[in-house]
């Protein structure tokens, strides 16, 4: 079956910048009227011109989506659609060639749209001044909540205080039984764009945020992702606590750290070479604090539910994160177990090193994968039954099962105070003098701070 990507937004919230992003993700064939009428008719056009143009290319849109719907190829409508019978209208017809519509709107701040749509003129496909932008908007009929779809927003607009953010796979979230997507956050930082849109989740009446560490289509490597815009993004949505999950490339240092475990660091050792690991640059100086970087509360969650579900959970172990993508040499392994490191992952810094300079709690939830000291031996390729060293399916799936019941049960459970030396990590240790910060130090301190 052919799947029929529909956008909702007004000019301004990103629609198309989401729909090439779709574009990228589905292999979905974009249509994005406004771009053709540009390169046939010009940008300076007329109302009317405008209106009429956008007749006849829809009409020859159309036809191409009817052949798409016969040949179940998807396409991607980027159209505004600012009017509910419009939309209702277009589902119809889809619904009518077998085809299968996924309405997404795509929602902004008033202010920041207009100001975007007003900046694009020099670039943007076609121009629009202020007082046609005001008419247009008058013209506007936003979404009823009759209306099924999946919301896009383009700029952090729901920033309750105190909510849960979940770092981790592409496929991980869906694994939680009973969960309900509400929203997708896909917006810039001032640290450049996210590996991923942040995905709003409501189960049992919690709502929780879901990051996709490594990309939609998992095409980041660990040294690829911007950390600084993920954390930061999830500042400004309002997150207090991050958990930063990892089931796979989890080697094992010692011999009692079997494959299939599950661990939970109290500490980690930065082995990283090339990582962005702080928002303090240009003339912004803080020094904060990192002798335990990984919350107390958060590990006193993951004891107390796995408890309860009667799952054994390894504490106290020290994660050493490399810089990827390969792994570590016999003679590194061996270095950083004779320092006190128990595992090696990838992903975990700056992750945490970032949460804390923005007063966020963090932990990993980690599953072992297998064991460091056994990866590229003669016979390491082969997936040895019964092995205590290397990587077991049947174990590693058993145990990602385990994680993700105990996920579930921390997003529904009362969880305790984070401490107060994290959620005001930054007190005393900005040192850039009031007068000295610019406006861009201000915006990323009132994010921060908060």
């Given at each position: 079956?052919?799947?029929?990507?529909?956008?909702?937004?007004?000019?301004?919230?990103?629609?198309?910048?989401?729909?090439?992003?779709?574009e990228?993700e589905?292999?979905?064939?974009?249509?994005?009227?406004?771009?053709?009428i540009?390169k046939r008719?010009?940008k300076?056009?007329?109302?009317?011109?405008?209106?009429?143009?956008?007749?006849?290319?829809k009409?020859?849109?159309?036809?191409?989506?009817?052949t798409?719907?016969?040949q179940?190829?998807d396409v991607?409508?980027?159209?505004g659609?600012?009017?509910?019978q419009?939309?209702?209208?277009?589902?119809?017809?889809?619904?009518?060639?077998?085809?299968?519509?996924?309405?997404?709107?795509?929602i902004?701040?008033?202010?920041?749209?207009?100001?975007?749509?007003?900046?694009?003129?020099?670039?943007?496909?076609?121009?629009?001044?202020?007082?046609?932008?005001?008419?247009?908007?008058?013209?506007?009929?936003?979404?009823?909540?009759?209306?099924?779809?999946?919301?896009?927003?383009?700029?952090?607009?729901?920033?309750?205080i105190?909510?849960?953010?979940?770092?981790g796979?592409?496929?991980?979230?869906?694994?939680?039984?009973?969960?309900?997507?509400?929203?997708?956050?896909?917006?810039?930082?001032?640290?450049g764009?996210?590996?991923?849109?942040?995905?709003?989740?409501?189960?049992?009446?919690?709502?929780?945020?879901y990051?996709?560490r490594?990309?939609?289509?998992?095409?980041?490597?660990?040294?690829?992702i911007?950390?600084?815009?993920?954390?930061?993004?999830?500042?400004?949505l309002?997150?207090?606590?991050?958990i930063?999950?990892?089931?796979?490339?989890?080697?094992s240092?010692?011999?009692?750290?079997?494959p299939?475990?599950?661990?939970v660091?109290?500490?980690?050792l930065?082995w990283?070479k090339n990582?962005?690991?702080?928002f303090?640059?240009?003339g912004?100086?803080?020094?904060?604090?990192m002798?335990?970087p990984?919350?107390?509360?958060?590990?006193?969650?993951?004891?107390?539910v796995?408890?309860?579900?009667?799952?054994?959970?390894?504490?106290?172990?020290?994660?050493?994160?490399?810089?990827?993508?390969?792994?570590?040499t016999?003679?590194?392994?061996?270095?950083?177990?004779?320092i006190?490191c128990d595992a090696?992952?990838?992903?975990?810094?700056p992750?945490?090193?970032?949460?804390?300079?923005?007063?966020?709690?963090?932990s990993?939830?980690a599953v072992?994968?297998?064991n460091?000291?056994?990866?590229?031996?003669?016979n390491?390729?082969?997936?040895?039954?019964?092995?205590?060293?290397?990587?077991?399916?049947?174990?590693?799936?058993?145990?990602?099962?385990?994680?993700?019941?105990?996920?579930?049960?921390?997003?529904?459970?009362?969880?305790?105070?984070?401490p107060?030396?994290?959620?005001?990590?930054?007190?005393?240790?900005?040192?850039?003098?009031?007068?000295?910060?610019?406006e861009?130090?201000?915006?990323?301190?009132?994010?921060l701070?908060?």
């Open positions: 079956m052919s799947t029929i990507y529909i956008i909702h937004g007004f000019i301004g919230a990103g629609k198309t910048t989401f729909a090439k992003r779709l990228k589905t292999g979905a064939k974009r249509f994005t009227p406004d771009e053709i540009a008719c010009g300076n056009l007329s109302v009317e011109e405008i209106k009429n143009a956008n007749l006849t290319i009409e020859e849109i159309w036809k191409e989506v009817e798409a719907i016969q179940e190829r991607i409508l980027d159209y659609l600012w009017k509910k419009q939309r209702i209208e277009l589902i119809q017809k889809v619904q009518k060639l077998g085809g299968k519509p996924i309405v997404y709107e795509v902004c701040d008033s202010v920041i749209m207009k100001q975007r749509a007003l900046e694009r003129n020099e670039d943007g496909d076609i121009a629009i001044t202020s007082e046609r932008y005001d008419m247009y908007y008058q013209r506007f009929e936003p979404m009823d909540e009759d209306e099924e779809r999946i919301t896009i927003c383009k700029s952090p607009m729901n920033n309750k105190n909510r849960l953010a979940i770092i796979g592409h496929l991980l979230y869906k694994k939680i039984e009973g969960i309900k997507i509400k929203s997708y956050y896909d917006f810039k930082t001032p640290f764009e996210l590996a991923a849109p942040i995905i709003e989740i409501e189960l049992n009446g919690n709502t929780f945020f990051l996709i490594h990309g939609s289509n998992h095409d980041l490597l660990p040294h690829e911007n950390y600084r815009a993920n954390i930061y993004a999830l500042k400004m309002g997150v207090t606590r991050v930063g999950i990892s089931t796979a490339s989890i080697e240092l010692k011999k009692d750290l079997l299939g475990k599950i661990i660091p109290n500490q980690y930065d990283t990582r962005k690991d702080t303090f640059e240009n912004l100086i803080a020094h904060i604090p002798t335990n990984c919350c107390p509360s958060l590990a006193k969650d993951f004891s107390k796995a408890k309860n579900l009667k799952i054994k959970i390894d504490f106290n172990r020290t994660l050493a994160c490399i810089e990827g993508p390969h792994f570590l016999k003679a590194e392994n061996q270095f950083l177990l004779s006190g090696i992952g990838m992903s975990c810094i992750e945490a090193f970032l949460a804390r300079e923005a007063q966020m709690a963090y990993t939830l072992v994968s297998d460091a000291n056994q990866k590229g031996t003669p390491s390729h082969k997936k040895l039954k019964k092995s205590n060293n290397f990587y077991d399916q049947k174990i590693w799936e058993n145990n990602v099962k385990k994680a993700v019941a105990i996920l579930k049960n921390l997003i529904t459970n009362k969880h305790i105070k984070t107060d030396f994290i959620r005001s990590s930054l007190a005393n240790t900005i040192k850039t003098p009031l007068n000295c910060r610019s861009y130090h201000n915006k990323i301190l009132s994010v701070t908060t």
